[in-house]
């Protein structure tokens, strides 16, 4: 019987003021990118092919040939919740699981959409309830219990001997879905002007005013940036905690961010007292599909500082978590479609990669500065692919994204992790279960062997539709067993 797809509940945005798709719809799938498709242009799952610009030449980077390259799942938070948010029981049960069928490492979201934290910190407000689907439908999940949500996976995974990693949603301060609204974006008025700021067709609008469901902050929003280093700061001061992954550290889109914050910046950036605003840069109502051809004068150094914004604060949190506590692993989470990726404002790749040299059609001579994976310990990459494109040499097949990957980030980074999201993959039904579940298993050493490590998403989807099994043999097989 073909698996159905297993649906993680969180709330998408809205573009240009509509009505916004929201995670309580069974229509919507939940990625570590958030999948806002067809509703922003986001390119969680873009519809492009791989650009035809992407003729690296870069020498390729040799991945690493070590025994103890790891095996990485991500274990989201809202999808989770009904089995985790208060019974340790479970969450030992299932990372025993996790143990067996040959992981490594875990990553724990430990912040999710909402911007609402399970850890402890000077600064955060604690998650309450999350979202999630079951057999019922879409459900909430209080969370009763006082014991430290994220301490509690630490001990246990130390125990069974895995490596525990925390993931943090970055960027965004609230969301809402029919169950209700979360997050700081949401309580406080007076934080209004974190939110991110939209060039609409209509005029440059607050993602409140415009009836965004999921809120993103401002990335150049000096205090929005000191709240989130805080954030940081405290999550590394978990003594034991092996890892922190930065999720969603990005824009939301090319839509933003429009305030007179970024605009002030911009301009002293650029070394210019006054421009059109924002039609210097994009005209009212550009996305990511919708440029134009023609692109404005100040096209290539505006997508450049939004690279500079990310890059900068990504440094940032690499020396404030690592000043906390020396020895633990600082990282991102990123896409691998790096010919797109401009789009959110982020340039993930070495320094050494010269991106204008194979995108010249958006990016700046001085792009390449701003690649950030220098300032990572390890990296985690989306090779988001459907179940039938597991092998090739381009974006859009899982060991192209990781190929590709190595080759972009060179030796800036020490451990690329890439791999698959084997619950949102197959949206339109056009896969058996047995090509699915061999999918899984091929996925393992095609990206395994393409990078320095293996990457899954979601803990979820395995558990649901009880494909442990086929991720065990995959782990086996690419360590010669």
């Not at 875990?106 to 309830?129: A, F, H, Q």
């Not at 210019?272 to 599909?289: I, K, Q």
């Not at 994204?401 to 339109?428: E, H, R, Y």
Request: hydrophobic share 35%; glycine share 8%.
């Amino acid at each position: 019987m073909k698996k159905l797809t297993v649906i993680i509940a969180l709330a998408a945005a809205a573009l240009l003021g509509t009505a916004a798709c929201t995670g309580d719809q069974p229509g919507y799938n939940k990625t570590p990118e958030w999948d806002l498709s067809g509703v922003t242009d986001d390119p969680g799952t873009p519809t492009q092919p791989t650009d035809p610009t992407d003729t690296s030449t870069a020498t390729p980077v040799d991945p690493v040939e070590t025994p103890g390259k790891p095996f990485y799942i991500w274990i989201d938070a809202s999808a989770n919740f009904p089995d985790f948010a208060n019974s340790k029981d479970n969450i030992r049960r299932d990372l025993q699981l996790a143990k067996d069928t040959g992981f490594t490492d875990v990553v724990v979201d430990v912040r999710p959409t909402t911007g609402d934290i399970l850890y402890n910190s000077s600064v955060g407000t604690k998650v309450e309830w999350l979202g999630a689907w079951t057999s019922k439908g879409y459900e909430k999940f209080t969370r009763t219990a006082d014991w430290d949500y994220l301490e509690a996976f630490i001990e246990t995974g130390h125990e069974l001997g895995l490596r525990v990693h925390a993931a943090i949603n970055t960027m965004v301060g609230g969301n809402k879905t029919s169950l209700g609204q979360q997050g700081l974006l949401y309580r406080d008025n007076s934080k209004k002007g974190w939110a991110t700021y939209y060039n609409l067709q209509a005029g440059i609008t607050n993602a409140i005013d415009a009836g965004q469901n999921t809120l993103f902050y401002n990335p150049a929003h000096p205090d929005v940036q000191a709240y989130l280093l805080q954030l940081i700061k405290d999550l590394a001061s978990y003594k034991d905690l092996d890892g922190i992954i930065l999720d969603r550290c990005r824009y939301v889109g090319l839509e933003a961010d429009f305030s007179e914050e970024s605009k002030t910046q911009f301009m002293k950036y650029i070394g210019v007292v006054s421009l059109e605003w924002p039609s210097d840069v994009l005209p009212a109502g550009a996305t990511y599909s919708t440029q134009p051809t023609t692109k404005p004068k100040y096209y290539k150094k505006w997508l450049e500082w939004r690279a500079k914004v990310i890059h900068d604060f990504v440094e940032k949190a690499h020396d404030i978590a690592h000043e906390q506590n020396p020895d633990i692993k600082f990282g991102v989470y990123v896409g691998g479609w790096y010919s797109q990726y401009y789009d959110v404002g982020v340039n993930w790749a070495g320094p050494g990669y010269n991106t204008s040299a194979y995108y010249s059609a958006w990016a700046s001579a001085d792009y390449k500065n701003y690649g950030f994976a220098d300032h990572c310990d390890h990296m985690l990459i989306g090779a988001y692919a459907s179940p039938g494109s597991v092998y090739g040499s381009s974006e859009w097949t899982m060991q192209g994204f990781c190929s590709l990957a190595k080759q972009k980030i060179g030796k800036a980074c020490p451990m690329v992790a890439g791999g698959p999201d084997v619950g949102n993959w197959d949206t339109n039904n056009q896969y058996t279960q047995e090509q699915e579940n061999e999918a899984i298993t091929n996925s393992v050493k095609a990206c395994y062997d393409a990078c320095d490590g293996y990457f899954l998403f979601d803990m979820i989807h395995l558990k649901k539709a009880n494909q442990w099994q086929y991720a065990k043999k995959g782990i086996d097989i690419a360590l010669g067993k």
